[in-house]
Nanobody
Framework: QVQLVESGGGSVQDGGSLRLSCAAS????????MAWFRQAPGKEREGVATIDSDGITMYADSVKGRFTISRDNARNTLYLQLNSLKPEDTAKYYCARAASPIRGLLSLWVRSYNYWGQGTQVTVSS
């Protein structure tokens, strides 16, 4: 069965950095687009970054230039490097797998994804 397990969250100060990882199993990782989402208390889940099977990426405007999504298909692992963190980045971060292995899919829409990890908390203090 498909499993996604995030790690790497934590508490940092304003301007700090973190690297999130998402270990995937139960399917052919290299053929699916992947994404990172986040959800703060009382807010809707929002797409942060996505990467397709060819390594093409897309970012939400709020994180462009600060976050970097990448994937290691040999290790079945998705990454999110978070730099220049701000208090408004505080949220639970989730990795997600696209619902279908469509080549070139780049979407930050929740409904494009049908498998989710349990999430990892990122807290940024001022």
């Amino acid at each position: 069965q498909v499993q996604l397990v995030e790690s790497g969250g934590g508490s940092v100060q304003d301007g700090g950095s973190l690297r999130l990882s998402c270990a995937a199993s139960g399917y052919t990782f290299s053929t699916y687009s992947m994404a990172w989402f986040r959800q703060a208390p009382g807010k809707e889940r929002e797409g942060v970054a996505t990467i397709d099977s060819d390594g093409i990426t897309m970012y939400a405007d709020s994180v462009k230039g600060r976050f970097t999504i990448s994937r290691d298909n040999a290790r079945n692992t998705l990454y999110l490097q978070l730099n220049s963190l701000k208090p408004e980045d505080t949220a639970k971060y989730y990795c997600a797998r696209a619902a279908s292995p469509i080549r070139g899919l780049l979407s930050l829409w929740v409904r494009s994804y049908n498998y989710w990890g349990q999430g990892t908390q990122v807290t940024v203090s001022s």
